[in-house]
């Protein structure tokens, strides 16, 4: 079965380096954080889920990027990731990837296009 886009936000809703938008997505029928956030001018997504230790990044709801905006970082230990890869970029997470989502941004909208396990 194909994916069918779902809205995650508008396009203004996601500022460069600004805070990122969350929302959730099913997994194996349990609701999973998510978020997606504005870097480079492109939008990305991922699983809300430090690989460090399975908790979510975000320190206060949407909070995701260090200080300088360059990094995405988890509140708890500090692990920083790339925001356009989400590959570990330093910290505790040793190499580990954030879990990419498919999304599409046109019309001022921003779109998941990935569909829940059956």
């Known amino acids: ?31 999973v954080p998510a978020f997606a956030v504005r ?16 908790i979510e990044l975000d320190w206060l709801p949407g909070q995701f990027f260090d200080d300088s905006r360059l990094y995405l970082i988890c509140a708890t230990h500090g692990a920083t990731y790339r925001p356009d890869t989400g590959e570990c970029a330093g910290g505790p ?8 989502l498919p999304v599409s941004e046109r019309e001022g909208a921003v779109f998941l296009e990935w569909k829940a396990d059956d």
């Not at 480079?40 to 460090?52: D, I, K, L, S």
């Not at 997470?93 to 990419?100: A, E, H, M």
């Open 1 to 31: 079965m194909a994916a069918h886009p779902r809205l995650i936000c508008a396009s203004a809703d996601l500022a460069e380096g600004g805070p990122g938008v969350r929302f959730d997505i099913e997994h194996s029928g349990e609701a």
């Open 39 to 54: 870097f480079r001018g492109r939008v990305h997504a991922y699983v809300n889920r430090c690989q460090h230790v399975g």
């Open 93 to 100: 997470c040793r190499g580990g990837k954030l879990t990419r």
